[in-house]
């Protein structure tokens, strides 16, 4: 009697061994992914912004910098360009314990007042309030003269202390009782944020309002 000759597609050893590749493969490649977002993640060091490498998300010290947001035509969309020095609330040379001391303090004072209830910040949040990813290049703040004071980050330290009198957005913030130390913090978290790499997020953000050099 003749053997009956099996289609591979029925022939249990082919899907097997075919799950086992792919399984196999796609292991290979969630360890490749991993540690490729590891290192994409990483904070950069004050060192790197000091020799001109760029990292997706840079040290603290960014806020001793000048930050705008440009359009890539090698990427198709908006990127942060960390330029020369700049005071900010009087120095430009925050060291990276003081800096990161700052980011720390207002990262907890963005979480304890609940402030992504209301605003979305690097994809989460909500959308009652705008998007502060990129609040820092907002040229609302330039339009509206600091509010009178001096530098931008005056200026928006003493709207989050008070935004009730400086209200810049049909729906107002409410007083959350932001100390002075808080709102510092908090402008320095938000500076920081302006400076990773976000993959154009939100996108259009340049077109839409008008932001630093953007084309």
Not at 31 to 38: A, E, G, K, R
Not at 55 to 81: A, C
Not at 173 to 190: H, Q, R, W
Request: aromatic share 10%; glycine share 8%; proline share 5%.
């Amino acid at each position: 009697m003749s053997k009956r000759t099996v289609s591979v597609w029925t022939d249990n050893r082919f899907w097997r061994r075919s799950a086992a590749w792919v399984t196999g493969f796609s292991l290979m490649l969630l360890i490749w992914l991993t540690f490729d977002s590891i290192s994409q993640i990483t904070m950069g060091s004050a060192e790197d912004l000091k020799n001109g490498v760029t990292k997706r998300i840079p040290s603290p010290t960014v806020i001793n910098h000048k930050i705008t947001y440009e359009m890539s035509d090698k990427r198709g969309h908006e990127v942060p360009v960390i330029g020369e020095k700049e005071q900010f609330f009087g120095r430009d040379d925050w060291s990276e314990e003081e800096a990161n001391e700052l980011l720390r303090l207002g990262k907890l004072g963005f979480q304890a007042k609940n402030c992504i209830n209301c605003h979305t910040i690097l994809g989460n949040g909500a959308y009652y309030a705008p998007d502060l990813t990129k609040a820092w290049l907002d040229p609302k703040w330039d339009n509206m003269g600091f509010l009178g004071y001096p530098t931008k980050e005056e200026g928006i330290a003493a709207f989050l202390q008070d935004p009730t009198t400086y209200a810049a957005h049909s729906r107002k913030m409410p007083k959350l009782g932001i100390t002075p130390e808080e709102a510092k913090g908090l402008v320095a978290f938000l500076k920081h944020a302006s400076s990773i790499d976000t993959n154009g997020f939100p996108r259009n953000f340049g077109k839409i309002t008008g932001a630093v050099n953007a084309k």
